[in-house]
Every structure is written in structure tokens, then in C-alpha cells.
């Protein structure tokens, strides 16, 4: 991926912008709404919100003010696994709130706890491709475990698999999983899940390339293949993220930022997490 604008196939006939904005605890309203204009004017073409962050409606009228053709942005958003249970009637909502007319990308947004409900749902997301609601049905926060027993249970592999990933939690297992079965990689809190500062090796990689230690680290996403959609409301911070694409690093730098694999990961643990968000909290695993 050389490009803002550049796609990746997600499944047969989906292709999906690899560089996106993502707004996870960006405050409905006017904030979200000038990050996405921001966005599409800078010529993001990839948003990714979700039920949970309760910013959809603002995401949908940014989209339908920039008067951008609706086929040329995609818009990707996501399932609670508390919703697992009233999966269609969420979806409905999620749809008027965003008025987009179809949603290029949903998302089980965790497995949660209950099997038997997971399955049930995921058949439900795959219902609601057939009748055309959705272009492509993926996951998020997804084991390589999780993703196998999906495919056994239910006949199909999700299309995408968004998770956190950066160089502290590289999460190589998976990656080479889902490689193999055509599963494209997402990566939430890219740079650093915010924890950017306390990792000078960036701030040295970048400067030598002329970059900040947020591009040098975006940057070894694009390289290792992985769709990023690093968040951020403010102009100058989503202009900046997306030039990444007149650099490239090297052999060596590269090596020297895997090799900071295994420090910290941000997550709950996805065997685990039920979705109460406020009792998980309590208990996230570092």
C-alpha cells in the first residue's frame, strides 16, 4: 500500500482503503463531525466508528456535507457483544443513525462470552450481506482461536480482523493466521495505543528520515501489510498521519522495531471480556 487512497481486497468484491480514521472516544457532535470533514478533505477515504463510541450520527453527516460520491467512501462500523442478542434491531439503528444507505464493513466489535450467541449473530451479520445492508462482514478483537472456531461453527471466515497492534504487541501469531486464510489485519491504536512518548527509539527512527516518531511508526505498519485507522479530531494531527507515503524504512530500522515486541499490550483479553466495559477495566490485561 503506497497511498491514502490505495485499497486492499477484503473479499471478493470489496476492496478496502488501508489508511483510515478512526474515532474511538472522539465526543459526538461537533468534534467528530470536523474530524471526519477533515478527514475526507485530506482525502481520507476509510472511517471507522461503532455503536459503542455513539458517534455514528455524526459520521453519517459528515459524509452526506462533503458531498463526496457515497460509493467512494467506506465506512466501516461495529457490534457490542451486549447488543449480540437484539443484533438486528442495533443494526437498524446504527443505519438510520449513519444514513448511508449500507455499511461497507460491519464488525462483531468483540467475541464476548456466550459461543452459541456468537454464532448466532454471525449468521445474522452474513444475512444482512446477502440481502445487500453490508458489503463485507468482519470481526474485531479476534484469537486466531476464535477465528478458527468461527469457521468451523458457522462455514465462513470473517473478511477483516481489526485488533490492537503496534510494536509493543505485534501479534505475529495471528497475523501469520490470518495470512493464511485471507483474513485482512486492521490495527487499532497503531501508534502506541497514545503511549507514543514512551518509546524514544521512534522519536529516533523517525527524525532520521526526516518524520515524526508517529509517521516512522505508521510507516512499519504499511510495510508489514497492516490497514491502520489511527484516531485523531484534530487537522494538523490526521494531516500529518497520512504522510507516511514519500519514505520508506529500512531493512535494518525495521528489525530494530520488531524487536520491541512483547513490552505492553492495551486490550482486554477476548476469551474473557463479556463487554462490560466498566468491570474489565478493572482487570485489563497489560
Request: a negative charge; aromatic letters at 10%.
Amino acid at each position: 500500500m503506497e497511498g491514502l487512497q490505495e485499497c486492499i481486497r477484503i473479499a471478493n468484491d470489496v476492496e478496502m482503503p488501508g489508511f483510515g480514521l478512526g474515532l474511538y472516544k472522539a465526543k459526538a457532535g461537533e468534534e467528530v463531525y470536523r474530524a471526519v470533514r477533515f478527514a475526507l478533505d485530506a482525502g481520507y477515504r476509510h472511517i471507522d466508528t461503532a455503536t459503542f463510541y455513539g458517534n455514528e450520527k455524526d459520521v453519517g453527516l459528515a459524509i452526506k456535507d462533503s458531498r463526496i460520491p457515497r460509493e467512494e467512501v467506506f465506512v466501516a462500523t461495529k457490534l457490542w457483544p451486549t447488543d449480540f442478542a437484539r443484533a438486528g434491531e442495533t443494526f437498524e439503528k446504527s443505519l438510520s443513525l449513519l444514513g448511508t444507505g449500507y455499511v461497507d464493513l460491519y464488525m462483531l466489535h468483540w467475541p464476548g462470552t456466550d459461543k452459541f450467541l456468537r454464532y448466532r449473530t454471525w449468521d445474522m451479520v452474513l444475512d444482512l450481506r446477502e440481502k445487500g445492508l453490508i458489503r463485507a462482514a468482519g470481526v474485531s478483537n479476534f484469537t486466531a482461536d476464535q477465528l478458527a472456531d468461527l469457521k468451523e461453527k458457522t462455514g465462513e471466515f470473517p473478511a477483516n480482523d481489526q485488533v490492537e497492534l503496534h510494536p509493543w504487541f505485534q501479534q505475529r501469531e495471528l497475523r501469520r493466521f490470518c495470512g493464511k486464510n485471507g483474513i485482512a489485519i486492521t490495527a487499532w491504536g497503531p501508534i502506541f495505543h497514545g503511549h507514543l512518548s514512551e518509546e524514544p527509539l521512534m522519536e529516533e527512527i523517525g527524525s532520521h528520515y526526516g518524520k515524526t516518531a508517529a509517521q516512522a511508526t505508521l510507516r512499519w505498519h504499511i510495510q508489514n501489510g497492516n490497514a491502520v485507522i489511527p484516531k485523531s479530531v484534530h487537522q494538523d494531527r490526521i494531516l500529518s498521519n497520512a504522510d507516511i507515503f514519500d519514505f520508506m524504512l529500512s531493512q535494518e530500522d525495521m528489525q530494530r522495531i520488531d524487536a520491541l515486541d512483547g513490552k505492553r499490550r492495551f486490550s482486554w483479553d477476548s476469551e474473557k471480556f463479556d463487554g462490560n466495559a466498566d468491570k474489565a477495566r478493572k482487570n485489563i490485561t497489560k
